[in-house]
């Protein structure tokens, strides 16, 4: 059985990792967290559930403007081949969450060490990065340092990597 967010909570608090989190309506993009979450302050994340050809998993979180090109993040990764998506069925078998609540908080699901953790260099710029804690009707604040801590203590010590640049800005 997938752990819930009281249960990360506890993992956290044991941890003596402090948090803030936010209630909200369900949200499935980038696009329609933007618009929920107000003025929350540190990085907004966007996450990425990838398998290569041999079925490698890869689990890469990065600032949300970041644009990630799938033909070539293999190499940058360590995969075999290009990658691909993984199917929601993997996605709950691996990291216990439906689609539209990917997190890097996700790896406490993961207690076989099947999934490999990268975080974008761009990301770990921000003292304060913000997720959906295993649901995408909340979003908790986390410390940079306290997510690295994290993921290491769950056993998933993550490949800090420049997986994309920042998406170009639109002229209104």
């Known amino acids: 059985?997938?752990?819930?967010?009281?249960?990360?909570?506890?993992?956290?608090?044991?941890?003596?990792?402090?948090?803030?989190?936010m209630n909200h309506p369900a949200v499935f993009t980038v696009e329609e967290?933007?618009?929920?979450?107000?003025?929350?302050?540190g990085a907004h994340v966007k996450n990425l559930f990838l398998k290569d050809k041999k079925g490698n998993l890869f689990l890469i979180s990065a600032l949300e403007d970041t644009r990630i090109d799938l033909k070539s993040i293999h190499e940058t990764i360590g995969g075999s081949g290009r990658v691909s998506f993984c199917s929601a069925d993997q996605l709950r078998e691996h990291l216990g969450v439906e689609p539209g609540s990917v997190t890097p908080f996700a790896v406490f699901n993961d207690k076989v060490g099947k999934v490999r953790a990268i975080l974008d260099k761009r990301l770990m710029a921000y003292e304060r990065i913000n997720v959906h804690p295993?649901?995408?009707?909340?979003?908790?604040?986390?410390?940079?340092?306290?997510?690295?801590?994290?993921m290491v203590?769950?056993?998933?010590?993550?490949?800090?990597?420049?997986?994309?640049?920042?998406?170009?800005?639109?002229d209104s």
């Not at 967290?33 to 302050?41: A, F």
């Not at 295993?134 to 994290?150: E, P, Q």
């Not at 203590?153 to 920042?166: C, F, N, Q, R, S």
């Open 1 to 21: 059985m997938p752990a819930t967010p009281d249960d990360l909570f506890a993992f956290l608090d044991e941890m003596g990792v402090k948090t803030e989190t």
């Open 33 to 41: 967290s933007k618009s929920l979450r107000g003025e929350i302050p």
């Open 134 to 150: 295993l649901v995408n009707t909340m979003t908790t604040g986390i410390a940079r340092d306290d997510l690295v801590a994290f």
């Open 153 to 170: 203590k769950t056993g998933h010590e993550p490949a800090i990597l420049t997986v994309g640049e920042a998406a170009p800005v639109e």
